[in-house]
């Protein structure tokens, strides 16, 4: 996978996604989005969501035992509502990235763990460009 664009695409073929994004959770920005936005719009979507990541990522509690010395030290977020599920990747790269995936999936329709793995399995792939 070479880009932003194609990971989009391809989190979006997992069974119930409703919306996917790349988003950095430093500036609270999107750097990409496929399907339907979480909420109002991808704007404020992925605002809210750099907030929760941000919160986790930077958060001694969620550290593991022992340290780590490079990347986030929380793999994932699982959000879980009465209808839906949001899925938050850490992204590591070779620079000092702040960036994750978003993945909205139906409750209904997805399997999260399903999700979880292509999810992490996009993540490695992904090449930021």
């Known amino acids: 996978m070479s880009g932003i664009d194609a990971?989009?695409?391809?989190?979006?073929?997992?069974?119930?996604?409703r919306g996917?994004?790349?988003v950095d959770w430093t500036s609270g920005l999107a750097l990409g989005t496929a399907g339907e936005a979480a909420g109002t719009d991808s704007e404020t979507a992925a605002a809210e969501s750099a907030e929760l990541a941000r919160m986790a990522a930077e958060h001694g509690t969620f550290a593991p035992a022992g340290g780590q010395d490079k990347g986030p030290p929380v793999e994932d977020v699982i959000i879980t509502t009465r209808t839906?599920?949001?899925l938050?990747?850490?992204?590591e790269t070779s620079f000092d990235s702040s960036v994750f995936l978003h993945l909205w999936?139906?409750?209904?329709?997805?399997?999260l763990a399903l999700a979880r793995l292509r999810?992490?399995?996009?993540?490695?792939?992904l090449v930021l460009g």
């Open 7 to 17: 990971c989009l695409v391809e989190a979006m073929q997992l069974p119930g996604a």
């Open 20 to 22: 996917a994004a790349l």
């Open 84 to 86: 839906d599920y949001h």
């Open 88 to 91: 938050l990747r850490y992204v």
């Open 105 to 111: 999936l139906d409750r209904e329709q997805g399997n």
């Open 119 to 125: 999810l992490a399995d996009l993540a490695e792939r």
